[in-house]
């Protein structure tokens, strides 16, 4: 059942001061919450109706069985409570994606003195997703996150809970970690390419799409770099991964510029421009970016189209 909305608002914000957010949390008597679930009232009923019938029928069997179950309760609370007890959650990776899609947002789970088991976290909306953390280990969980505009999107309060070891008991805390995934443009095709040409010098590339440029050298493998342009040839002979450098005119390249979309609303030159990002990557044809504030030098391979995305993300706030 759904509160209404002004007590709702305020529970919000009652929890925002209570669990500010932060880079890393740890969990502690503060932050956790404990209620018994449904089976665990099930079995409180069971027990007082046993310690009722016991009373009046003076059996001592009864009784000691009422009381058993009662003291098996205390003992799993203390229990389910210490499963969540001192567990660490701190900031993991980021997947970004397109605006209206998903990304996703990795948290690191530690715990330093106990095990903690059969974990259960959740954004409001979203599936939940199971892990157990060994004392003195670190584990890594992924979680989807809707994007429903461009730019940077905030994870939402994580919802942290178990029910470990009897199920009788649910504990959960709310997690609010300082963690953002950014939201690349949709892609809007464009007929026209919003790009000038580069200055008449020469400069030095490393990967691109082969045409009048001329051999430069080699320099060592950097992730990203196009597997076209990688010295298989050395590499099979033992001098280790390279990757071949070729120059050839800066006007060659193009430059996908902002105000060559003048006219054009602010949300529409973004998604032009990423249309023209991916299409100048696929061709292996090097570009650059100008945009209000930033400029990308001309390049080519994975890590240049994912920093001209999340330029295009990020726009206005570059950083």
Not at 159 to 171: A, Y
């Amino acid at each position: 059942m759904r509160l209404p909305a002004p007590i709702q608002n305020y529970y919000q914000r009652w929890l925002s001061r209570r669990l500010p957010r932060s880079p890393l949390v740890i969990l502690n008597q503060r932050r956790i919450f404990i209620f018994p679930t449904g089976y665990g009232f099930f079995y409180l009923g069971v027990a007082s109706l046993l310690f009722v019938g016991g009373i009046n029928y003076e059996n001592n069997l009864v009784l000691s069985l009422s009381f058993l179950l009662a003291s098996l309760f205390l003992v799993a609370i203390l229990h389910t409570y210490q499963n969540l007890s001192g567990l660490g959650l701190r900031n993991g990776g980021s997947e970004s994606g397109y605006a209206a899609e998903s990304g996703s947002l990795g948290v690191t789970l530690f715990s330093e003195r106990r095990d903690h088991y059969c974990i259960w976290l959740k954004w409001e909306g979203q599936a939940a997703q199971q892990i157990s953390v060994p004392a003195g280990t670190e584990s890594a969980l992924w979680l989807n996150l809707a994007l429903p505009r461009r730019g940077r999107v905030v994870a939402p309060r994580m919802k942290v809970e178990s029910v470990f070891p009897l199920g009788l008991l649910r504990t959960w805390s709310y997690v609010s970690l300082e963690h953002y995934c950014l939201a690349w443009p949709t892609p809007q095709a464009s007929q026209e390419c919003p790009a000038d040409g580069g200055d008449e010098t020469v400069q030095v590339v490393s990967s691109g799409k082969a045409g009048n440029e001329e051999f430069r050298g080699l320099r060592s493998y950097v992730a990203g770099d196009s597997l076209r342009r990688i010295d298989w040839k050395g590499y099979a002979r033992g001098t280790g991964l390279n990757t071949k450098l070729f120059e050839d005119p800066a006007g060659g390249r193009l430059w996908l510029n902002w105000d060559a979309l003048e006219g054009v609303g602010t949300e529409q030159r973004l998604s032009i421009l990423c249309y023209w990002v991916l299409v100048l990557d696929q061709q292996q044809q090097p570009y650059g970016l100008k945009l209000p504030g930033l400029t990308l030098a001309p390049d080519t391979g994975d890590n240049h189209r994912l920093r001209a995305l999340d330029a295009l993300a990020a726009y206005p706030e570059f950083g």
